[in-house]
């Protein structure tokens, strides 16, 4: 439990499964490793999905740029059913340093985004608390209401269909260092390499991602399942949500996206891009005979996708084909974004 980051596998495994309350027929998906939400029957043939994940606040990156994380990401994990979120509760505990104006100014922004995304704010509990010094203020849920026939789940991906990663490996990593130590980034990346990892920033939605793939109005039955890019990174989201699925994989080390910026800015932190926190891009499994449509889609509305492997089954394990060797994919149980940003810190890097 020391570890920095989402308790492990092997922690949930240890510590929290089988000590999940009372069973109740209506719940269809509870929690599991691997999965963004739950899902639990209504009348009618509804169902509501639910996401929780804590509130982001760090005043190095700003009280507007924390607001964006605190709704987007939880938002990330509830486009995983193919529906965008509709109601929110959120738990603020606030360091007791945090000044009236700045609290103003974050919630302002939450209030703007949510309205953006048509989420209606339905209650939680604001407190300020002692000794409260994390990046985290708390946490929220969002809800959503939808057709239980069409919810997708990241359990669903299929043998014998493709693994799509939307945008680029390691963008909300990149990005929070690049913001938060910008003398450094300037000094020893150049001006561009900020400026773009500023840019990159407000790319770390992928809700927009999820509902283009999956369709709006219209659903894709071709989208068998969607997983989001958190801690672990997209090798760490491809290896979740197979699992999830009780599947196998076969992933092509050498077509991984990874852009520019998010190379630079991880070499320079010794980090791996493709296993760090990458809020932002969206892994989708699809029939294979309509990925082409499903990356014609995505591009159309200006949202790079790459097809990256294939789901196989579970006898095959989850594999990773570097420069056309095979071996197991190694799952990394803590994401170094952590310690790396730590580090810097304490190292005096600004």
């Not at 990346?189 to 509902?211: H, M, N, R, W």
Request: hydrophobic share 40%; glycine share 12%.
């Amino acid at each position: 439990m020391a570890d920095l980051g989402k308790i492990t596998h092997e922690g949930y495994q240890k510590l929290l499964a089988g000590r999940l309350g009372a069973s109740r027929n209506e719940v269809k998906q509870g929690p599991a490793f691997g999965v963004d939400v739950s899902i639990t029957s209504l009348p009618g043939g509804l169902a509501m999905a639910a996401t929780s994940d804590p509130l982001s606040l760090i005043p190095s990156l700003g009280m507007q740029e924390s607001a964006w994380l605190s709704v987007h990401l939880m938002a990330n994990d509830m486009a995983t059913t193919g529906f965008a979120p509709q109601y929110g509760q959120f738990v603020l505990n606030l360091p007791e340093t945090l000044s009236n104006a700045d609290f103003s100014t974050y919630w302002g922004h939450i209030d703007s985004y949510c309205k953006e995304l048509g989420i209606a704010i339905t209650g939680g509990h604001t407190g300020f608390v002692h000794g409260q010094n994390s990046t985290f203020a708390g946490g929220g849920t969002l809800i959503t209401i939808a057709k239980e026939s069409q919810m997708l789940c990241s359990t669903g991906a299929q043998e014998g269909d493709v693994i799509l990663v939307t945008k680029s490996c390691a963008l909300t990593a990149t990005a929070i260092l690049g913001m938060s130590f910008p003398e450094t980034i300037r000094q020893m990346l150049g001006i561009e390499v900020y400026q773009s990892a500023c840019a990159q920033f407000y790319q770390t939605s992928s809700l927009k991602d999820a509902l283009v793939a999956a369709g709006t109005e219209e659903k894709f039955p071709e989208i068998h399942a969607m997983h989001d890019v958190t801690e672990g990174g997209v090798l760490g989201a491809i290896y979740e949500m197979l699992v999830a699925s009780d599947k196998g994989g076969i992933i092509v080390n050498e077509i991984l996206p990874i852009g520019n910026t998010a190379a630079a800015i991880a070499g320079l932190f010794g980090l791996d891009p493709r296993y760090c926190v990458g809020a932002g891009s969206m892994i989708i499994a699809c029939d294979s005979k309509k990925s082409d449509d499903v990356i014609t889609r995505l591009a159309e509305e200006n949202i790079l996708c790459t097809e990256v492997g294939r789901v196989t089954d579970s006898i095959s394990g989850i594999q990773i084909q570097k420069l056309g060797t095979t071996s197991p994919l190694v799952y990394q149980e803590t994401d170094p974004y952590w310690v790396a940003y730590f580090d810097a810190l304490k190292a005096g890097w600004k």
